[in-house]
Nanobody, 128 residues
């Protein structure tokens, strides 16, 4: 059974940085797609970023491109989301997700429904 545990959330001032981590366990993740989503109060869960474990290709939502960076540590089975130049609108619960099937198209990586496993989330608060 795949298990995802996020950490690294917290309170930061606008313009600051945070680094989220997602520790993945339960199997090897070669061939998986790993994603980060976020959900603010009263809003739907939205795509933030994705990474193809095999090959390392990365994808970003337009709202975070050039500010956020997704990466992985193969040895530790861990995914990171480096968030820079944070804005109040980035405040949300951030979720890590894993898709066991790589559909090979960035269109699918942004869809919640393609992810089989989810973490419990970590809160990010950005003060203005």
């Amino acid at each position: 059974q795949v298990h995802l545990v996020e950490s690294g959330g917290g309170l930061v001032q606008a313009g600051g940085s945070l680094r989220l981590s997602c520790a993945a366990s339960g199997r090897t993740f070669s061939g998986y797609v790993m994603g980060w989503f976020r959900q603010a109060p009263g809003k739907e869960r939205e795509f933030v970023s994705a990474l193809r474990w095999s090959g390392g290709s990365t994808y970003y939502a337009g709202s975070v491109k050039d500010r956020f960076t997704i990466s992985r540590d193969n040895a530790k089975n861990t995914i990171f989301l480096q968030m820079n130049s944070l804005k109040p609108e980035d405040a949300a619960v951030y979720y890590c997700a894993a898709a066991s099937r790589d559909r090979g198209s960035s269109y699918y990586y942004a869809l919640r429904g393609v992810y089989d496993y989810w973490g419990q989330g970590t809160q990010v608060t950005v003060s203005s």
